[in-house]
């Protein structure tokens, strides 16, 4: 996921996972940023061969990582900002939500605590 780290709409998710490639800029793009310091056609988000997220800045436009200029294609990591003139964006990897087991769960704690009864019962008799 990655969300606006800036101003009032701090937080915001910037794209859908579904929608890669996606255009990023000030201009006629996927997702527009109408900050001061971002140009028309400023990045481009998309996955590589193995499905990671990947951003690349457009002509000469300035993207800085982790207080570093990227040049070209770069793979993001889990808690990367983005700074792109007076925006940040910042990469998260969502958490995954687990399926509730509750009852699955009390099933295998029954049958457990079940054989164990039937344990107990075969050692006093014997």
């Known amino acids: 996921m990655i969300e606006l780290a800036t101003g009032e709409s701090g937080g915001a998710r910037v794209f859908e996972e579904n929608r890669l490639p996606l255009e990023v800029g000030r201009g006629q793009v996927d997702h527009v940023l109408d900050f001061p310091g971002v140009w028309d056609r400023h990045l481009v988000l998309s996955r590589d061969e193995e499905g990671w997220l990947m951003v690349a800045p457009q002509g000469d436009a300035m993207v ?24 940040r964006l910042r990469f998260r990897i969502s958490s995954c939500r687990q399926q509730p087991l509750r009852t699955l769960e009390t099933s295998a704690w029954l049958i457990l605590l079940a054989l164990v009864a039937v344990q107990v019962l075969l050692l006093i008799r014997f």
């Open 64 to 87: 800085i990582r982790g207080g570093e200029r990227i040049d070209g294609a770069t793979r993001l990591r889990n808690g990367d900002t983005l700074e792109l003139g007076s925006v």
